[in-house]
């Protein structure tokens, strides 16, 4: 999977949101929308991205114990997207590949958050750790 | 406390979600709805989400739970008015909402609750 960090790629219209409470997903998906918008991204992209964006933000809320989204818009050549990065300080996750299956859950969940953000986004990447906390990283380009 | 209204209409209550719920106003719903299904000798019960762009897991889930709950309760839940491309996110979001009965709008949700001989 590429990374939307990678050289070639530019990021601007950095906005970071708390997530401290569960109003704090209300509000990030309102900001995911209202950048969706300003991009262009269509009826279904612009859903795609805000519903991934809940998912993760609930995750880092309640697994997380709270943290930060940082959204940017990212500039590869004349392509554009939004860059959604999930930062949280709390236990990390020991074992990735089954965070991300389907129906697994360590609290009282569907199991569907993380497996479903990376479907429904273009780009997905996870960085954790026991202890290190998480950083999950989403990209939703807009189509040519 | 913030709530989502529910009102009445015969043997049947009815919701129109038009705001963009976060999780404790969800789970509030289901357990007003819960409660309003035996308070109320509810046989049907409506909900109406037009208004909703995102439907994410936690919201589908309090959708099924409150269709698994009505069953119990001798009620039958209906879900009207989902946009197409909720539809399409939730699918590929993985959940399904198996067991929800759904009806393109309003009157044909009230139509499909009639037609039971409610």
């Known amino acids: 999977m590429s990374d939307a960090s990678a050289p070639g790629i530019r990021a601007e219209s950095r906005e970071e949101i708390a997530l401290r ?8 998906r309102q900001a ?16 795609k991205i805000i519903t991934a964006a809940s998912e993760l933000g ?3 809320l309640q697994y997380g114990g709270g943290g930060k989204v940082v959204m940017t ?4 050549g ?3 997207g939004v860059r959604l990065d999930f930062i949280d300080q709390g236990p990390g996750i020991a074992d990735i590949a089954r965070a991300l299956t389907d129906g697994y859950t360590s609290g009282g969940g569907l199991g569907l958050g993380l497996g479903g953000a990376k479907r429904l986004s273009d ?14 990283s989403i990209v939703r380009w807009k189509p040519y | 406390m913030e709530r989502i209204p529910i009102l009445r209409m015969g043997r049947f209550l009815l919701v129109t979600i038009q ?9 509030t719903l289901q357990d007003d709805l819960t409660q309003r299904i035996v308070s109320d000798r509810a046989k049907g019960v409506l909900i109406d989400i037009s208004s909703l762009d995102v439907v994410d897991s936690f919201i589908g889930r309090m959708i099924s739970n409150i269709a698994g709950m009505s069953r119990v309760l001798d ?14 996110t939730l699918v590929e979001l993985g959940l399904n909402l198996e067991g929800v009965r759904t009806a393109l709008n309003v009157e044909k949700g009230m139509a499909l609750l009639q037609d039971r001989g409610l």
Do not use: C, W, Y
Not at chain 1, 73 to 76: D, K, M, S
Not at chain 1, 123 to 136: A, H, L
């Open chain 2, 75 to 88: 009620a039958v839940t209906v879900v009207v008015g989902m946009r197409p491309a909720v539809a399409i």
């Open chain 2, 19 to 27: 705001v963009d719920m976060h999780d404790q106003l969800a789970l």
């Open chain 1, 123 to 136: 780009e997905f990447d996870i960085e954790s750790s026991p202890g290190m906390g998480t950083r999950v």
């Open chain 1, 21 to 28: 409470a569960s109003e704090d997903v209300v509000r990030l």
């Open chain 1, 58 to 60: 609930r995750n880092t």
């Open chain 1, 32 to 47: 995911v929308r209202d950048r969706a918008v300003t991009l262009g991204l269509s009826l279904v992209e612009q859903t």
């Open chain 1, 78 to 80: 004349t392509r554009k």
């Open chain 1, 73 to 76: 818009t990212v500039l590869n």
